[in-house]
DNA sequence: AAAATTTTGTTGCTGATGCAACTAATAGGA
DNA sequence: TCCTATTAGTTGCATCAGCAACAAAATTTT
């Protein structure tokens, strides 16, 4: 028998659940943010320029999700694309100054929210949480060749 | 600055992500099932009676969400309802013999893939991801009361 | 060099989701 | 008892996701 509240997948997906949730909250409310539109101003906020396809990689997000981000964040002026004279079917997203302060204000809460989520474990148990998280996906993408996850 | 890949919600969500869409396959391709119809469909081969409430609570889903998947579910014949005399308000749902059939079949199923996916792991090594889940979960539900999960 | 294939990115469509408003039923208070 | 508040469940609405088809550009094959 499937006992639900011990079924690992189960388990997995609620509490990504709720911290996407809470996290979203911060985005949207305090910035108007999508978690799509989120990655990719954390990818550029990285990376400094990259295409869509990156950006898709990189958040594991569909193709389409990323499109429709990159418009929106577009014409809100936080990004700013440029064609790629090498290669024309591309295009160089970056961040516009207005992007780069959204991002800068941020990342901090992000990583704020991080810290008070993850402080009920010590940091060891931190460590072996993140290696298990590690080894799970590994796994799971053999699993699973194709596909992006959720936005 | 944030580290995309390093961000545990984001890890968190790809993970869940990546299970749950393979997890999916299974459902839907086999089964016709979609995730929130396999929790209901669980919720009930686990307590044979419960209300369209007691559902959602246990699989941690909003009740529009339940509400539409007994629909569906009913209408194939998979599950039946009954008013509830004492709470007519209440409607005490339960599988048919065909839905305890598909449940029967799809049990096994999605335990195996559980063991499949988590076989990467030690005894355990799985033993200490269960109790870090609950940890987390436990604190994040503190940290954002309201708010049901994903479907 | 021409044709076929692959790749980047966009968009129409469909289906799913969550919110909020709603109905019906119950419970509680004056 | 009547009036209000709460609860179970449904449904309209707007949003959003992914798929698939597409255009444009680049690459590979012959």
Do not use: C
């Not at 060891?124 to 959720?150: F, K, N, T, Y």
């Amino acid at each position: 028998m499937v006992v639900l509240e011990h079924f690992l997948p189960y388990r997995l997906n609620v509490l990504a659940s709720l911290t996407s949730n809470a996290l979203a909250q911060i985005y949207a409310e305090r910035f108007g943010l999508s978690i799509p539109a989120w990655r990719v101003i954390a990818t550029l906020g990285q990376y400094e320029y990259r295409t869509a396809r990156d950006i898709a990689a990189h958040g594991v997000m569909h193709k389409s999700t990323v499109s429709r981000a990159v418009s929106a964040l577009e014409q809100r002026g936080l990004i700013a694309r440029r064609p790629n004279e090498d290669d024309r079917r591309e295009e160089l997203l970056q961040l516009t100054e207005e992007g780069r302060e959204i991002y800068e204000a941020l990342a901090p809460e992000a990583l704020a929210f991080e810290e008070r989520f993850i402080s009920v474990l010590t940091e060891e148990e931190q460590r072996v949480l993140a290696s298990l998280i590690d080894r799970l996906s590994g796994h799971a993408r053999q699993m699973a060749p194709e596909g992006e996850a959720e936005g």
